[in-house]
């Protein structure tokens, strides 16, 4: 058993808690690579903020679950010796499916978990939640459930509101699952098409496609119903355009990929909402900085020649989030 706490991470209750009073919320960026994970702790650092770094399945089958540990506890170290004193960072299972993944996770220094029962029936997704929450809470370790089915391109995000979170469940949902924060569904989707083209419009300017508002008559109907619990938004990278528009100039083919509108995380992180994950913006802005440079530079064939501006990209744009986007900055 190696508990998060000799790691010097963090669990998410008293960050959330300050996240919610304060109308900001805490960046939950997914790291695969070592790139990755230095762009996140050098963006955290510079602008004093707190961050969750997150796990998914697919990140532990690509890097192996104890190497992402080990860098998870590199990352502490890293950000002390960049001059932060007291680091906030959380390393959190995304997308946990088994109660036996989010206990191998907790037995090995994560601080956090999710256990996403939302594809489960009502009954089962809160049976599962509370076998989870009851083994976390004996090592301090805060749960993340999800209620409601995040859309995907293949569904109608405008019309299927079914798949939305029913804020009359939530009260009974947290209340029986013991969770210490609750995933929503309210229009966010994983990935960079999160909308078709038949469901947004088209700026008359641009000719950019303009996707459909998020639900936020559901997500102020779920603050009514749960003050001051802690919401997560799942989805939730906005799919720069600059970023699209580079990959697709050089030799990219990402037609008509679409991502939510900072402005609606904004104003998102104000309330309730105090995670929002974001990744499909790393891998974007990564894949843009390579090709740029590939492109502009055939000859490179060293590793490092193309992963240094990459991770300045990605730097930039977790910068970017944090002070321009989610207002987390200067909170350490
Ligand atoms: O929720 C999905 C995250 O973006 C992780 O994606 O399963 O491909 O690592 P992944
Ligand atoms: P994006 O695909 O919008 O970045 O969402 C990531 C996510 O929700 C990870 O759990
Ligand atoms: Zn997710």
Redesign the pocket.
Request: glycine share 14%; charged share 15%.
């Given at each position: 058993m190696t508990s998060y706490k000799e790691l010097g991470l963090v669990n998410t209750r008293e960050m959330f808690a300050k996240a919610v009073a304060g109308g900001y919320a805490i960046p939950a960026f997914n790291f695969n690579t070592l790139e990755q994970m230095q762009a996140i702790v050098q963006a955290a650092v510079e602008t004093k903020s707190p961050v969750i770094m997150q796990v998914s399945k697919g990140a532990r089958n690509y890097a192996n679950g104890t190497i992402l540990r080990y860098m998870a506890q590199g990352a502490v170290e890293y950000a002390k010796e960049l001059g932060c004193e007291n680091p906030q960072i959380v390393l959190h299972l995304?997308?946990g499916d088994s109660f036996e993944l989010c206990k191998d996770c907790i037995d090995n220094g994560f601080s956090s978990v999710m256990i996403d029962g939302s594809a489960l029936p009502y009954e089962e997704n809160i049976a599962l939640t509370k076998k989870v929450v009851e083994y976390a809470h004996k090592y301090d370790v805060t749960v993340e459930a999800e209620l409601g089915v995040?859309a995907g391109v293949e569904d109608e995000v405008a019309s299927e509101v079914s798949h939305y979170t029913k804020p009359e469940e939530v009260e009974d949902f947290s209340k029986r699952s013991g969770c210490d924060s609750l995933a929503i569904s309210i229009g966010t989707s994983?990935g960079a098409y999160k909308f078709t083209p038949e469901q947004c419009t088209r700026d008359p300017k641009t000719g950019k496609l303009v996707p459909p508002p998020l639900a936020f008559d559901i997500l102020h109907e779920i603050e009514k119903r749960l003050p001051g619990f802690p919401i997560v938004l799942?989805?939730s990278s906005s799919v720069p355009q600059d970023e699209v528009d580079t990959i697709n100039a050089h030799g990219g083919k990402l037609p008509d990929a679409v991502g939510i509108p900072e402005e609606q995380l904004r104003e998102a992180s104000k309330s309730a909402v105090c995670k929002i994950?974001i990744d499909s913006d790393s891998r974007l802005a990564m894949t843009a900085a390579i090709r740029k440079h590939f492109d502009e530079k055939p000859g490179d064939f060293d590793p490092r020649q193309y992963l240094k501006p990459a991770r300045e990209n990605m730097k930039k744009m977790y910068m970017h989030k944090i002070i321009d986007v989610l207002g987390s900055n200067d909170k350490l």
């Open positions: 995304d997308h995040l994983h799942h989805g994950n």
